[in-house]
């Protein structure tokens, strides 16, 4: 079948959980045999396009800055919206299905108005869906555009999937009625690191400096922790409009010395700097999966998350086991979380490990797309059942493997990297 990719980013252009998953997804189509076009927006210079093997990557709108102020701008995916209904109008014909996500909205409105002219099905994957009081808390007086413009998706026909349970039922709640849950994003690919860095121990963040990543909460929790243990240090990755005022936070406890603000960082640095911490700590309110808690179990790292109703990573943590819940979003409740993950030391490094290694298959990208690929078949979609698990193997290659020419290159000049966890 004819699949398109609809996804208003590409990786490794702009790096996030979203851009990685689209990037599989297309690497996964194409490794199962399917023709694969991807729709996004320009984000590559002229003479370097993206030359992924398999996959036909067409820009349907122009380079445009997607973040203010930490936040989505809303021009973007309108502009993306708009290119994928002219795209579809004019070439909707040749698609079996189009899979993409439900933001930026827009595009699913697109295939919505257009799909009654044309075959194609679509799949949407719900990775987020805001409550009416998250709208109105991040876009103010448009709050209300976006509450009904989510709920329009809603309504469109499709077959619906989720990494988390959390949005699943919020989608259901929606009028998604077929939705699926997957539970699986990762690709073990970079040479695996299971030791702890000789030395005081570290706790890591890793991610943007957002409001919603609650920074200068992880920041009033060291400080608690460090008046009391003179060893300990932190390094704190990633850039964002909070920055300054991380590092304000910062000096403001006297803790410059201890508490290491590197902004972006080489992948190679960042993944040493997953692979050495004693603990990860992730204060996020709001996350629509949690990939770091499997990438950091993947190095034998255990994780910290604080509980929160749009905070779907908590799905991801079993107590003891491979890190630990905040009682509750303070800097004592996340100080304690800390300390008890410090305090377990080479034993929860090892169960931490031990957790992951048997939920390796469940939370993997290969096995997610086994799912994908059965229920499109039951759809009348795609290929026998027999096919379905060794597609699913074949597409579950470390991302980047067929990497060749220009597209290689452009992965180099995006060394300088943000947490897949955003």
């Given at each position: 079948?004819?699949v398109?990719?609809?996804y208003?980013?590409?990786?490794?252009?702009?790096?996030?959980?979203?851009?990685k998953?689209?990037?599989?997804?297309?690497?996964?189509?194409?490794?199962?045999?399917?023709?694969?076009t991807?729709?996004?927006?320009?984000?590559?210079?002229?003479?370097?396009?993206?030359?992924?093997p398999?996959?036909?990557?067409?820009?349907v709108?122009?380079?445009?800055?997607?973040?203010?102020?930490g936040?989505?701008?809303?021009?973007?995916?309108?502009i993306?919206g708009l290119?994928v209904?002219?795209?579809?109008?004019?070439?909707?014909?040749?698609?079996?299905?189009l899979?993409?996500a439900?933001?930026?909205?827009?595009?699913?409105?697109?295939?919505g108005?257009?799909?009654?002219?044309?075959?194609?099905?679509?799949?949407?994957?719900?990775?987020?869906?805001?409550?009416?009081?998250?709208?109105r808390?991040?876009?103010?007086?448009?709050?209300?555009?976006?509450i009904?413009?989510?709920?329009?998706?809603?309504?469109?026909?499709?077959i619906?999937f989720?990494?988390?349970?959390?949005?699943?039922?919020?989608a259901?709640?929606?009028g998604?009625?077929?939705?699926?849950?997957l539970?699986g994003?990762?690709?073990?690919?970079?040479?695996?690191?299971?030791?702890?860095?000789?030395?005081?121990?570290?706790?890591?963040?890793?991610?943007?400096?957002?409001?919603?990543?609650?920074?200068?909460?992880?920041?009033?929790?060291?400080a608690?922790?460090?008046?009391?243990?003179?060893?300990l240090?932190?390094?704190?990755?990633?850039?964002?409009?909070?920055?300054a005022?991380?590092?304000r936070?910062?000096?403001?406890?006297?803790?410059?010395?201890?508490?290491?603000?590197l902004?972006?960082?080489?992948?190679?640095?960042?993944?040493?700097?997953?692979?050495?911490?004693?603990?990860?700590?992730?204060?996020?309110?709001?996350?629509?999966?949690?990939?770091v808690?499997?990438?950091?179990?993947y190095?034998?790292?255990?994780?910290?998350v604080?509980?929160?109703?749009?905070?779907?990573?908590?799905?991801l943590?079993?107590?003891?086991e491979?890190?630990?819940?905040?009682?509750?979003?303070?800097?004592?409740?996340?100080?304690r979380?800390i300390?008890?993950a410090?305090?377990?030391?080479?034993?929860?490094r090892?169960?931490?490990?031990?957790?992951?290694?048997?939920?390796?298959?469940?939370?993997?990208?290969?096995?997610?797309?086994?799912?994908?690929?059965?229920?499109?078949?039951?759809?009348?979609?795609?290929?026998?059942?027999?096919?379905?698990?060794?597609?699913?193997?074949?597409?579950?290659?470390?991302?980047?493997?067929p990497?060749?020419?220009?597209?290689?290159?452009a992965?180099?000049?995006?060394?300088?990297?943000?947490?897949?966890?955003?």
């Amino acid at each position: 079948m004819h699949v398109c990719i609809l996804y208003d980013c590409l990786f490794p252009w702009t790096v996030g959980g979203g851009e990685k998953w689209y990037r599989q997804m297309a690497e996964g189509y194409a490794a199962a045999g399917h023709r694969v076009t991807y729709l996004t927006l320009r984000q590559w210079d002229d003479d370097d396009p993206p030359v992924i093997p398999g996959v036909s990557v067409l820009a349907v709108g122009p380079r445009l800055k997607l973040y203010a102020d930490g936040k989505r701008r809303i021009l973007p995916p309108l502009i993306y919206g708009l290119g994928v209904f002219r795209h579809l109008l004019f070439n909707g014909r040749r698609y079996d299905l189009l899979h993409g996500a439900s933001f930026p909205f827009f595009s699913v409105l697109a295939a919505g108005v257009l799909r009654p002219f044309f075959r194609f099905r679509l799949a949407v994957d719900w990775i987020e869906v805001w409550t009416d009081d998250y709208w109105r808390t991040y876009l103010g007086p448009l709050g209300g555009i976006g509450i009904a413009v989510q709920k329009m998706c809603a309504r469109v026909p499709q077959i619906g999937f989720s990494l988390s349970r959390l949005h699943l039922e919020r989608a259901r709640a929606l009028g998604v009625t077929d939705m699926t849950l997957l539970e699986g994003t990762f690709l073990e690919g970079e040479e695996l690191l299971r030791q702890p860095r000789a030395g005081p121990p570290e706790v890591l963040y890793a991610g943007r400096m957002i409001p919603e990543k609650r920074v200068l909460l992880l920041v009033d929790a060291l400080a608690d922790l460090m008046r009391d243990d003179k060893d300990l240090r932190a390094t704190l990755i990633g850039k964002g409009p909070d920055e300054a005022a991380v590092a304000r936070r910062i000096s403001d406890h006297g803790l410059e010395e201890r508490i290491a603000q590197l902004g972006f960082v080489d992948l190679e640095i960042l993944r040493a700097a997953q692979s050495h911490a004693a603990v990860l700590v992730q204060p996020s309110e709001r996350e629509g999966y949690g990939l770091v808690v499997v990438e950091s179990a993947y190095r034998g790292v255990p994780v910290i998350v604080v509980p929160g109703s749009d905070n779907a990573s908590v799905e991801l943590i079993e107590p003891g086991e491979n890190g630990f819940v905040a009682a509750e979003p303070t800097p004592g409740a996340l100080a304690r979380a800390i300390r008890e993950a410090l305090d377990g030391r080479d034993d929860l490094r090892r169960r931490t490990s031990d957790w992951y290694d048997k939920n390796r298959a469940r939370l993997s990208f290969a096995r997610s797309f086994e799912i994908i690929l059965a229920k499109l078949r039951d759809a009348g979609l795609g290929r026998s059942a027999g096919d379905d698990s060794q597609s699913a193997r074949t597409a579950g290659q470390p991302l980047g493997t067929p990497l060749e020419g220009s597209q290689a290159r452009a992965e180099e000049k995006q060394s300088r990297v943000r947490s897949a966890a955003e």
